[in-house]
DNA sequence: AGATGTACCATTTTT
DNA sequence: TGGTACATCT
């Protein structure tokens, strides 16, 4: 049973059929439980899913999506389904293909980002844009931030071009433009003393000067297409009969407004999420948004989903206990059928190298008990956490690979790659020209440049325009003038070709005439012959598209890392790029206060981030499927300095019914000190330390000292102090230099 | 213009 | 500790 539209303009619904409707039972409802089937075929509507951690959300999503094609409520092209990432795009337009046993054309799947590309490019001309305007990223952001900041005289020292570009965003996020903008808004942070309005509207002038969008302006720009236009919205709205998002509460105020707006002659949005999965309130998600679902859409339906097929009882009752302690939940109960399993391993350790060899150690005890180590993960809170893991388990020959890090059009061989490209494509890309001008080296330096902007500036032409009237004059030194000139001919010629050669090619030959393959032939330093591999990765993949243009976009929007899925290994990641995945067992180190949470998420966000981060805590622990193993260490070096840490507040949380400690209640703080008394891992792991170096043992309700209210006392970070409240092990203490601080009592010592 | 040295800083991250 | 941005030297 094959499911085909035939449309190549998606924009056309003129040669569109429904389904071809055999009779045959629907395959997108087998196996689904019946909360499950209530949300697949709940009626038309606003329906909101709330999923908890391991409910098969996608699954109903993906099923309903199935449900609206195969009983020809809408054509595909009527149909948008919006995720946050390409992955999660990827994975339900492959979900809904094998459910429905074939290709499914037309149909508007994808990011919030490429869903809003596809609407602004044909109405580019709208917002002072041609349709083939280039899309920034965050690095052309920032540059192109830092010319004006120093154009206006602001020096960038004080306030970086880097802070600005995030004011910007959070404004975009909040779905706000210039326009909109007040002096002193709550979102500005006072940049250059309430410059940053000033700035954002020049910053967008500019954009739109270089026929340019970011990221933001995507939806942004959608957004005022809208309101300014309302004929064009209602098309829209007419169009999209089913609108789905996934991971809803992950949705900002500018995505919500766009939903929203679409949403409005059908009514019919599915929206999936769980706003105890979310952990992204510091770039603009707004939980509010799904807290408020039922407001926003008058009659909506919600459904729940409860049943977790994922994990055990003990890892679901600690995951449970912990998101408990959050206010202003939706609520759900999780519970499932399956066997009890072991209970959450809490374990205390030394310091960090401990808790690596622990971990270390366990892996490969699971590995020879005949666990793969694709199905092990260690997830901590900050990337650079899995240093300690690498080395570990290099140490030991364990294969593992790091999920993260930058994206593939992120690195520089391959930006530098599309600097060439786009400027061959469109002239007037400033930022790209400038990008390449000098790399390699060409001999075209600051003084160059400096003459090169003055001159296009003045004349309000582009920096490549301004290059051929340069070259033409005597302003600039013969050696320059001979280097520019032999790089306009260059460009000139790619031009040329643009038409006759085909595109995989001419980037071939772009990149070998400039001088730029062999820069990095030539280059001695160890990742040189990866930069080499990925540029021939970037040739092969632009044999799938049509045009360069088109690849253009591809790259910006689409593209996403090379999944390194060869052979088994153990995965490291961040807690927030584990999301959405499972492993057997799961690691969870570094549960220490200041750490996780993080301190400096409570400094600026308070209550609220303290909510997220035990989301976040939430998140880690319902990846694991059998095993989930959280340590703490009472000791970390942290760069160059010891800091001694309590336990996070989290590990108080977990209910005790589903957890079993260890270190920490079934030793004394004298037997750990005793090297036949604790386990291997649990042994200091620094012999030769200066004493005032080592590590001092913290653990929790051991303190060596006995202390009364009013005695004065020294903390090794905090300094001198005087105790002004006791609560059991909990000192409340005015230090004279760190202010008022509450303390274990084990961190602390008489002052002499 | 390019190389070398130094001070500074250090959540989380998709598009 | 390691990466980066800026200052200074050649």
Redesign the pocket.
Known sequence: MVYIEHMSDPFDLGGAEPLPGEPAPPPYLSGLNGEQRAAVEATDGPLLVLAGAGTGKTRVLTSRLANILWSQKAWPSQVLAV???????REMRERLETLLGGTVEGLWI?????MA?RILRRHAELVGLKSDFTIL??DDQIRLLKQLLSAANID??RW?ARALSAVI?RWKNAGLSPQQIGQGHPLDNGFANGKAAELYAAYQQRLVELNAAD??D?LLHCLSIFAKYPDVLKDYQERFRYILVDEYQDTNVAQYLWLRLLAQSHHNICCVGDDDQS??G??GAEVGNILRFEKDFPGAAVVRLERNYRSTPHILGAASGVIAHNQGRLGKTLWTDTNEGEPVQVRAVWDGDAEARMVGDEVEALQSKGDTLDEMAVL??????T?AFEERFITLGVPYRVI??P?FY?RREIRDALAYVRAVVSPADDLAFERIV?VP?????????RTLHTTARASGVSLMAAAQVLCETDDL?A??RNALQRLLNDFARWRGLLSTMNHPELVEVILDESGYTSMWQQDKSADAPGRLENLKELIQALEEFENLSGFLEHV???M?NAANDDGDMVSL?????AKGLEFDTVFLPGWEEELF??Q??????GLA?LE??RR?AYVGLTRARKRAIVSYAANRRI??RWVNSAPSRFIEELPEDHIEREGETGLSATEWHDPGAAPAWLKPAHRGIREDRAPRWAARGQADHVFDEGDRIFHQKFGYGRILEMDGDKLYIAFEKAGDKTVLASFVEPAK
């Open positions: 995720t946050f990432t390409n992955k999660a795009a994808g990011t919030f980002h490429a590309a990223d965050t960038d020292k970086p965003d990221f933001g995507l952990i992204y510091w770039r901590v809170r900050a990337s650079f956490q240093r993260g890090g994206r992120e000098n080296k060409r001999g075209l330096g600051d003084a160059t440049m030194r050696q320059a910006s929007l689409v996403d990641m961040t807690l927030h790029g949470p993080h400096r998420a409570l400094d600026e966000g981030a997220e981060e976040l760069f160059d």
